[in-house]
């Protein structure tokens, strides 16, 4: 350890430990296998992270049920919605860690870790109070059919209990990202994941516990990842000797940056699971068979998202970093190699919905209505690798610059162009027209967040600025 402090002393460059990425020197270029080093381990995490949905809709699909595999979906599509609109103590925490790793600033660290998590554990218990209204909301937009409803609750009613895991375990993946800790990330996701589908195997296909039995193996995975994510966390704080005081917690500029910035990323979070909830309330007003073949395929489009992002990650990552060293070539490389590489992705997974999606649907359900269903809309299905690419790797690049006002501003301004493409083209093309319209949304979103870039790196760098 001597050593290596010795080497950064003379070198100016923090020598990683453990799996983390260095912050370049301003005279270092940045590589390709620096943006693998973090894209790789978070794109196949990522990619286990639908799969607490995933896994329980196989289990229930196996039964043969469209009314249990609807309600199943629906159920996991509704926490979807209520944990993904905490994402920013996932979004924000990435950020402003990744700017405080870049600056070297271990006391920020620190307390970059413990305001969310802290936020966390406050918005998990008012979930967990509210449990009941929330349901009652979400099944008048939803509309499902009365036995679809009921089956649903019964998910709900037990999985509910984990929100304080599932957000603290938001804060904790954002925390380790931000310091460039992609492998830490990834084996906390398998650990949880891995679990989320033993548990389902066991309480759904062999105990034969039906829907509530997916409802418990979410709820004891997600505690058990998290206690596991906390101990690592505080492993990692002793080992770079970062402590932070209450009273550093407290300070009253950090509390406004992280507030605006979680302020900016939940209405923007809202507004793109608005858009997804929309999506799923309209199948599911059609019929109970066009809500789970949607449900099924959008289950399949989720993981390749979740793949892609994971270079999204990568650029949160190290455009946090370069604008805290305020280093711009290193920003620019970031987000072109970044890109590069979920561009490529993007069509690699496009193809292989496309030519395997429909062993994937077989695989989920045995029922012989929605595998034909399904069919009918895949080719929808496996061009949102490729339509949803864009937007999502811009949210990377803004979200390492703590530029959340932007984002927020181009979601609001997409989700009107969504539902504007929905009334023209629903009315005579129906789901297929449902589907149009979520690719139109990526695409507005895309377009919106481009068009804003080139102000977002003069103001991340204004003294580079001043200079040209």
Known sequence: MAAKAEQSAASGVPVPDHGEQPVPHRDTPMTHAQVLAIALPIMFSNATVPLIGFADQTVIGQLGETHLLGATALASNLFNFLYFLFAFLRMGTTGLTAQATGARDPSETAASLYRPLLAAGFFGVALV?????????????????????????????????????G???????????????????????????????????????????????????????????????????????????????????????????????????????????????????QGAQASDLTLAANSVLFSMTMISIYMIDGFAYAAETLVGQAIGAQRRQVFRDAIRMSTQWAAGVSVVLAVGLYVGGGLVVDFMTTAPDVRAAARVFLAWAALVPITSVWCFQLDGIFIGATDTATMRNMMIGAVLVYFAAWLVFAPSLGNHGLWLAIHIFFLARAVGLGWALPALERRSFPQSAAKS
């Open 129 to 165: 109070l509210l449990q009941s209204p929330i349901f009652d909301i979400a099944m008048w937009g939803f509309r499902p059919s009365e036995r679809v409803a009921n089956v649903a609750r019964s998910y709900y009613d037990i999985r509910i209990w984990a929100a304080p895991a």
């Open 167 to 281: 957000l603290a375990n938001f804060a904790l993946i954002g925390w380790f990202i931000g310091l460039g800790r992609a492998d830490t990330t990834f084996y906390l996701q398998l650990f949880l994941n891995g679990l989320n589908i033993a548990f389902a195997v066991l309480f759904v296909s062999v105990f034969g516990w039906g829907v509530p039995g997916a409802g418990l193996a979410a709820l004891l995975a997600e505690y058990m990842a998290v206690a596991v994510g906390i101990w690592v966390a505080l492993a990692e704080l002793r080992r770079r000797n970062a402590t932070v005081s209450w009273s550093a917690l407290g300070t009253l500029s950090r509390l406004k940056k992280l507030f605006g910035v979680s302020r900016d990323i939940l209405i923007r979070t809202a507004c793109l699971q608005m858009a997804f909830a929309f999506f799923v309330s």
